[in-house]
């Protein structure tokens, strides 16, 4: 990956045995890590440990995971119980003059 | 323990001092208090001049609507003569979609008066964009903190969502993963770039809410002649119920009805790496609506100015299943596509006005903007991904973290009350083995809203 590209980086900043007291048990066991974005300060490769310059111009050092890193979020597969609650609710409204 | 961690933790009150400008020791007072309404008096904001600024930052007016059909649907369930009116606050149409751009208006308009380069904010829900548009605008930079995702670094759809809406206003988004460490990190960020700290819990993330509460009382009295029997409000932090709780009454409506209203999460951890990916809210809800309103000062600031059992009359709960079914039935019958955490108050308004005379009136007192992630469609399918079951029946039944039991027809979309005796004990709890002077109940007594007796035999 060039220098310059827009990356995303992971870190761990706290181990497991790190962290802080009284976490519930499954939260305890695992580290805390950090995702942020930024451009990419040397030429590396995917999962290289990198610096990136952040949007506020501050450095970060990290595991390189993502180039161009995508916005995977959308609306999901449709949930078909969606159909049925509007069906509902307009029956309750005007019942079978509705249909 | 790490070290850097304990030194953090060490010189919060240094860092904290430093990144908002403000000397909370002024207002301490020699028991457990502190002078509340000073702090909130002493910034400098009164109505006008929070008004002005929200003006010039295309925040606040937003539209007050009578949701006629969903009143007219309410009124199918309740006896001769119930069924309040129900009117809904648009706060969608502030700048970066929800009423949070009020605070945010205020946190960053100091912070820029006080010369700081930048802001930060903590915040994985709305309140991130707020602060990322008005620090857009005022030409500040921005760090956007968010808890985002768990050990298998799954995130939430919402909360990619409001990280993305954040980077689109220029900000920079620091996402973390499940735990309260994330306030190790927010110190961290704060002491290395000296940015100010846009806190929700400051004087001013408060105090920018008022207006919501003039506005509402005002409209009202325009539309019908007088001041509405109930506010409802969804209830997180509580900020957003002690701001407009304080507008309304400093706007004359004394006897309104203060109602705060959350999605039941009971039996998740918000600790947990687990159960993070399991709720279907990630804000608006009992995980953080109680613990904040009994014990207010587990906020990120030294005393924080949302206390909400101050102003609180009822506190009422409806399940997930209710939430989005009064989203789908917002979009359906009144064709606003909202929320879904916005519409908890909506769907807590639709149960209680059936309990409430048709003449009254009842105002929920927020929207919020919805889209990709952020959304009945992907939040379901996000839960069902998880494991979490969607089904028909009684939402009373539903069990968060296993399924959502959407109600199978309006009659069965139902509130629950949480006892306000039983929040103020949990509050009183850390007070119960101090010695106590005249001064500390009557603090107490402010705090809870009761009388110093009522204190003394609650604890």
Redesign the interface.
């Known amino acids: 990956m060039d220098k310059g590209s827009y990356v995303r980086i992971r870190k761990t900043?706290?181990?497991s045995d790190?962290?802080?007291p009284n976490?519930?048990v499954?939260?305890s066991?695992?580290?805390?890590?950090?995702?942020?974005?930024g451009i990419l300060q040397e030429e590396a490769d995917l999962f290289d440990i990198v610096t990136v310059k952040?949007?506020?111009?501050?450095f970060e050092t990290g595991r390189l995971k993502e180039f161009n890193p995508p916005?995977?979020?959308?609306?999901?597969?449709?949930?078909p119980?969606?159909l049925?609650?509007?069906e509902?609710?307009?029956?309750?409204?005007d019942g079978d003059s509705n249909e | 323990m790490n070290n850097n961690y304990t030194e953090f933790m060490n010189r919060k009150n240094e860092i904290m001092k430093k990144s908002v400008g403000l000397d909370y020791d002024k207002y301490e007072q020699k028991g457990i208090g502190f002078d509340y309404e000073l702090m909130m008096d002493d910034q400098g904001y009164d109505i006008e001049k929070i008004r002005s600024i929200q003006n010039d930052n295309m925040v606040g007016n937003t539209p007050l609507i009578e949701l006629k059909n969903i009143t007219r649907y309410a009124r199918k369930y309740a006896r001769n003569g119930k069924g309040a009116r129900i009117f809904l606050k648009d706060e969608a149409a502030n700048l970066s979609g929800s009423f949070k751009a009020r605070r945010a208006a205020l946190a960053v308009n100091q912070a820029k008066q006080l010369g700081y380069k930048g802001v930060i904010a903590a915040t994985s829900g709305n309140y991130g964009a707020a602060v990322a548009a008005l620090a857009a605008k005022a030409g500040l930079k921005c760090i956007i903190v968010q808890e985002s995702f768990d050990s298998k670094n799954i995130s939430q759809p919402e909360i990619l969502e409001k990280a993305r809406k954040c980077e689109a206003y220029g900000a920079e988004v620091v996402q973390l993963s499940v735990g309260p460490e994330l306030f190790y990190t927010f110190l961290q960020l704060l002491d290395e770039t000296g940015y100010f700290n846009a806190s929700l819990y400051s004087p001013y993330g408060i105090k920018g809410i008022e207006t919501l509460g003039h506005e509402i009382a005002n409209e009202v009295m325009k539309k019908v002649g007088k001041f509405p029997e109930a506010v409802i409000i969804t209830n997180a932090g509580g900020g957003n119920l002690t701001g407009t709780a304080r507008g309304l009454k400093d706007a004359g409506a004394e006897d309104t009805k203060i109602i705060a209203a959350s999605v039941n999460l009971y039996g998740l951890h918000m600790a947990s790496d687990i159960d993070f990916n399991k709720k279907s809210f990630t804000t608006g809800h009992t995980g953080f609506g109680i613990p904040f309103a009994t014990y207010p000062d587990r906020s990120d600031v030294p005393r924080s100015a949302a206390r909400p059992l101050r102003y609180m009359d009822e506190y009422i709960m409806v399940n997930q299943g209710s939430v989005f079914f009064m989203t789908e039935a917002l979009a359906q019958l009144e064709g606003m596509e909202r929320g879904p955490a916005g519409n908890t108050s909506l769907a807590a308004a639709f149960s209680l006005a059936q309990t409430m005379d048709d003449t009254d009136i009842i105002v929920v007192q927020e929207t919020e903007y919805t889209g990709a992630g952020k959304h009945i469609q992907p939040q379901l399918s996000f839960a069902r991904k998880n494991g979490v079951e969607i089904l028909f029946g009684n939402p009373l039944d539903e069990i968060p973290g296993k399924n959502i039991i959407l109600p199978k027809d309006g009659s069965y979309l139902k509130h629950e009350e949480i006892s306000m005796n039983d929040l103020r004990k949990s509050y009183l709890k850390r007070h119960k083995d101090t010695e106590l002077t005249t001064e500390d109940y009557q603090f107490l007594a402010d705090e809870l809203r009761i009388t110093c007796q009522e204190v003394k035999d609650l604890l």
């Open positions: 900043l706290l181990k790190e962290r802080s976490l519930p499954e939260t066991k695992v580290p805390y890590k950090m995702w942020v974005k952040t949007l506020t111009g501050r916005y995977k979020h959308g609306y999901g597969e449709f949930i119980e969606i049925k609650l509007r509902i609710i307009h029956n309750d409204m």
